[in-house]
């Protein structure tokens, strides 16, 4: 496994406003992804984050309003753009190392107002 | 479609009382059934993973198995710190690694 960290850990924001959440992990990984928690629903992929090139999304999910960003091997970002209440929800990242398990980070809890 | 069902969606026992949590799944080929456990505020923590029917892994009061339909997570004479969320996810075969979730079974265990 690894440690992996989010900034930051909570936000409340204004309509209209965009955030952008840092997720960094202590070594180097070959994936890492995007998931949503909306309440009382199970988490959702929003995209692959690939290092080098653009991000794979998911289907109801677009790079305008989700720009993802993968620098290097241990880092990358998500902007929620143009925020609404609806966009209100857990924000997590994970990474997969070789197999098939995926380490999630400890989430952002993101309030739009 | 894939499609991850978890039940029952809260579950309450007494110390010590053993139960299962169910996790009903369709996949189109099926790469790994994942177990996570997730407290309030945190992130979802690794459990388990299960590859093909009639595996079964154990950690501490915890057992999962695996049908071709669908998994057990049994919890023998569980104590309060157990109490959490339990997260069940499939991974399809194909080229993507994305994890499908169902929507947890809450688990509260009383002393």
Known sequence: ?113 | EDQVTQSPEALRLQEGESSSLNCSYTVSGLRGLFWYRQDPGKGPEFLFTLYSAGEEKEKERLKATLTKKESFLHITAPKPEDSATYLCAVQASGATNKLIFGTGTLLAVQP
């Open chain 1, 1 to 113: 496994s690894a440690v992996i960290s989010q900034k930051p850990s909570r936000d409340i924001c204004q309509r209209g406003t965009s955030l952008t959440i840092q997720c960094q992990v202590d070594s180097q990984v070959t994936m890492m992804f995007w998931y949503r928690q909306q309440p009382g629903q199970s988490l959702t992929l929003i995209a692959t984050a690939n290092q080098g090139s653009e991000a794979t999304y998911e289907s109801g999910f677009v790079i305008d309003k989700f720009p993802i960003s993968r620098p290097n091997l241990t880092f990358s970002t998500l902007t929620v753009s143009n925020m609404s209440p609806e966009d209100s929800s857990i924000y997590l990242c994970s990474v997969e190392f070789t197999g098939n398990e995926q380490f999630f980070g400890p989430g952002t809890r993101l309030t739009v107002l």
